[in-house]
């Protein structure tokens, strides 16, 4: 059974930072395309990073240079450290795992929150 775990979300000030985690089991990411997606209250979800299985990230405008993406291969894990963090930055954050042979999988999220 495959799982991706989402922790590490909770509230913060705007100009603050937040590292949130996605732990997999079930799957080696490895050899999966893994990517950070976010759905705000009442906005479609919207992909933030993805990183392929070779190490390379592709970023949303709205997040380069304020949020980074890694993966850590051994712990089975993904990372995303988010800096200067604004209000808009506000949603639930959702880890994805996918091949392109068509394996997809979603974790159940975690909620950041960014006071003014």
């Known amino acids: 059974q495959v799982q991706l775990v989402e922790s590490g979300g909770g509230l913060v000030q705007a100009g603050g930072s937040l590292k949130i985690s996605c732990a997999a089991s079930?799957?080696?990411?490895?050899?999966?395309?893994m990517g950070w997606y976010r759905q705000a209250p009442g906005k479609l979800r919207e992909w933030v990073l993805i990183?392929?299985?070779?190490?390379?990230?592709d970023y949303k405008d709205s997040v380069k240079g304020r949020f980074t993406m890694s993966r850590d291969n051994a712990k089975n894990t993904v990372y995303l450290q988010m800096n200067s963090l604004k209000p808009e930055d506000t949603a639930v954050y959702y880890c994805?795992?996918?091949?392109?042979?068509?394996?997809?999988?979603w974790g159940q999220g975690t909620q950041v929150t960014v006071s003014s």
């Open positions: 994805k795992a996918w091949t392109t042979w068509g394996s997809e999988y």
């Open positions: 079930g799957i080696s990411i490895s050899t999966y395309r």
């Open positions: 990183i392929s299985s070779s190490g390379w990230i």
